[in-house]
C-alpha cells in the first residue's frame, strides 16, 4: 500500500526531556562545525585572492622598475604590500634584497624557479625581469592579516547572524511540527504510520481511502485484489475505478448500498468522513454481503423455527384436546385414526423426510408454515437426502442455507392460493467424475418469469417482485456463493407449470465421507 489510513488522534505518549535535550545538543554541535568550516574556507579563501592582488599589480613594468631600485639601494620604503623584495640572478643566487625582512634574504639559492608571473617560491611569489632573473617578493603578514579581517569579519558576522537565525528558526519550526504532530517526533509518526498500515492490511474486507476531490488516496491488499488496483491507480477518480470493476451497471457506484463484482455482492460503508490534512477525505469497506446474508439467514431461520414451533404448539394443543376428548368418550379407535391422520393440520403427517440436518429443516417448516397461511401446498420430494451439517465446513453450509431458504422463499412468494411448492435434494456424481455434488432444486406451479427475463434473474438489483419488497439481492447472492464453491445456478421452467430454479455445488473432500450414501 502506497499510503496507510490517517492517523487518528492517537494519545502517543510525549518525547521525554532528554531526549529531546540530546537532539538540541546534536543540532547545535552541527551547526557550530559548519559555521568554522565556513569561517575558516573564507579566511583561505581571502588570503590566497589578497596575494593573487598583491601580485598582480606587479605586472606591466613595476617588477623591473623596484628591481632597479633594489639593485640600486634606494634608501626610500618600499612600504606594503610586501615585506621581502629580492632580485635574483639567472642562476638562482640572491644578490640584493629590500624591504622590513631583506637582511634575512642575504645569500640565499632559490631553485626550480618559473618564467611565469606570480609563480610560488620558498614563501613568496618569483616574477620574471627584462634584464634576466627574477624578482621575488613575500607578502606582508601584517598587510594580509588585516586585508582577511577587514573582509571576513563582516561576512563572518553576516554568516553568524543569518546561521542563528535561521537555526533558531528550525527550532521554532521544528517546535510547531512536533505540536502539530501531536506531540510527536517524527520516528513516532513513521512507527503509527506504519502501525496503521498493518492494522488496515489484516481487515478480511477491502478497504479505500478517497481524497476530497474524489481521487485514490490508498488502498489494502483485499481491495487491491479485488478491484485490481495498482501503485500507478493512486490519484485516479475513485468512483471511476469502482464503476469500471462492477461492471458499469448505472448510477454511482459510491452511492450504491450494493454493488456487484464478478461473482460477489458487496455491500458499501462509505459514509465515514476522516479528517485529512488537504480536506475532508472518506473510508470506504466493501463487505461480502453474503457472508452477511448467511449469518441473517441463519439468525432468521431460527427465528422462524421459534415461530413454526410456537404455532404448532397451538396445534398440539387443540390434537391433545380432541384426542382427549375422543378417549373421554371411549372412542379409541377414532382417536387412533385421527393421530394417524396428522392431528388437526395433517402437518404431522409431513415430514421433512431425508432431511437430517436442523437449520435446513427448520427452514422448510417456516416456508411451509407460511405457505399453509397462503393456501399453497409445500413439499418435500420423496427421496430427498441432506445429512445433518454440524461442523461441516462453513462455506458449504452457508451455501446450502442460502439456496434453501431463498429458492422456497422466492417461490412461496410468486404463488397464490392452491399453488404447490416442492423442493428436492439429492446427491449425484459430477459429470466429469471430480466428485459427489448435491443438486438443490424448488419447483412451483405460480405463474414464472418471462422468458426475456430469465437471464437477468440472477443478477444483482434484478426482482420480478412489485413495490418496496423489490430488492433483487438474494439470488444474485446465492450465485455469487454458489460460484465460488465451483457450483453452478439455473432458471428453467418446471413440469408443474411455473418455474424451477437449481443449484448444485460440490462436496468438499473433507465433507464426502457425509455423502457416502446419499
Avoid at 39 to 50: D, K, P
Avoid at 166 to 173: A, D, E, I, W
Avoid at 195 to 219: K, N, Q, T, V, Y
Amino acid at each position: 500500500m502506497r499510503r496507510g489510513p490517517v492517523a487518528a488522534r492517537a494519545e502517543a505518549t510525549p518525547p521525554t526531556r532528554s531526549s529531546r535535550r540530546g537532539v538540541f545538543v546534536a543540532q547545535t554541535l552541527a551547526f557550530a562545525v559548519v559555521l568554522a568550516a565556513a569561517l575558516v574556507g573564507a579566511m583561505l579563501f581571502t588570503g590566497a585572492e589578497n596575494d593573487r592582488g598583491a601580485v598582480g599589480m606587479l605586472a606591466g613594468g613595476v617588477a623591473d622598475e623596484l628591481a632597479e631600485r633594489v639593485l640600486s639601494r634606494d634608501p626610500r620604503p618600499f612600504g606594503r604590500p610586501f615585506s621581502l623584495y629580492a632580485v635574483v640572478d639567472a642562476d638562482g643566487h640572491v644578490i640584493a634584497t629590500g624591504g622590513i625582512e631583506g637582511e634575512r634574504a642575504e645569500g640565499w639559492h632559490l631553485a626550480s624557479l618559473s618564467d611565469e608571473p606570480g609563480a610560488r617560491v620558498a614563501g613568496g611569489y618569483s616574477l620574471p625581469l627584462a634584464r634576466g632573473g627574477w624578482l621575488v617578493v613575500e607578502v606582508d603578514a601584517r598587510w594580509r592579516d588585516g586585508r582577511i579581517l577587514g573582509i571576513v569579519l563582516p561576512i563572518g558576522l553576516l554568516i553568524i547572524t543569518v546561521g542563528a537565525t535561521s537555526f533558531y528558526l528550525l527550532r521554532v519550526l521544528s517546535v510547531r511540527f512536533t505540536r502539530a504532530a501531536y506531540r510527536m517526533e517524527p520516528e513516532q509518526v513513521d512507527q503509527i504510520v506504519r502501525e496503521r498500515a498493518a492494522l488496515l492490511e489484516s481487515i478480511a474486507d477491502a478497504a479505500i481511502g478517497i481524497d476530497s476531490d474524489g481521487g485514490l488516496l490508498w488502498f489494502n491488499s483485499t481491495a487491491g485484489d479485488l478491484l485490481g488496483l495498482a501503485e500507478d491507480d493512486i490519484g485516479t477518480d475513485a468512483e471511476r475505478l469502482l464503476s469500471a470493476a462492477s461492471g458499469g451497471s448505472g448510477g454511482r457506484a459510491l452511492d450504491a448500498h450494493l454493488i456487484q463484482i464478478g461473482d460477489r455482492v458487496l455491500m458499501l460503508s462509505a459514509d465515514l468522513d476522516v479528517s485529512q490534512a488537504g480536506g475532508e477525505s472518506r473510508l470506504v469497506m466493501l463487505r461480502d454481503y453474503s457472508r452477511d446474508a448467511a449469518l441473517l439467514r441463519a439468525l432468521d431461520g431460527a427465528q422462524n423455527h421459534i415461530d413454526a414451533l410456537r404455532s404448532r404448539g397451538h396445534e398440539f394443543a387443540n390434537t391433545l384436546h380432541i384426542i382427549e376428548g375422543l378417549l373421554e368418550m371411549a372412542e379409541p379407535e377414532r382417536a387412533l385414526d385421527f393421530v394417524r391422520a396428522g392431528g388437526v393440520s395433517g402437518e404431522f403427517g409431513m415430514p421433512a423426510d431425508g432431511v437430517e440436518d436442523p437449520s435446513v429443516r427448520a427452514l422448510v417448516y417456516a416456508h411451509r408454515a407460511r405457505a399453509r397461511e397462503r393456501g399453497i401446498g409445500l413439499l418435500v420430494s420423496p427421496g430427498a437426502a441432506l445429512p445433518d451439517l454440524a461442523g461441516a465446513d462453513q462455506s458449504f453450509t452457508e451455501a446450502s442455507l442460502l439456496i434453501v431458504g431463498n429458492f422456497l422463499s422466492n417461490a412461496v412468494e410468486s404463488c397464490s392460493t392452491g399453488d404447490t411448492v416442492q423442493l428436492m435434494i439429492q446427491t449425484s456424481e459430477a459429470p466429469d467424475g471430480s466428485g459427489p455434488v448435491v443438486n438443490f432444486a424448488v419447483d412451483d406451479s405460480g405463474p414464472g418469469i418471462p422468458e426475456h427475463l430469465r437471464a437477468r434473474v440472477f443478477s444483482l438489483g434484478m426482482s420480478t417482485k412489485p413495490g418496496r419488497d423489490a430488492r433483487g439481492y438474494g439470488l444474485a447472492i446465492v450465485r455469487g456463493s454458489v460460484t465460488r464453491l465451483g457450483g453452478s445456478c439455473a432458471c428453467l421452467t418446471s413440469d408443474l407449470g411455473g418455474m424451477r430454479f437449481e443449484a448444485s455445488i460440490p462436496v468438499p473432500d473433507s465433507e464426502r465421507a457425509r455423502f457416502a450414501h446419499g
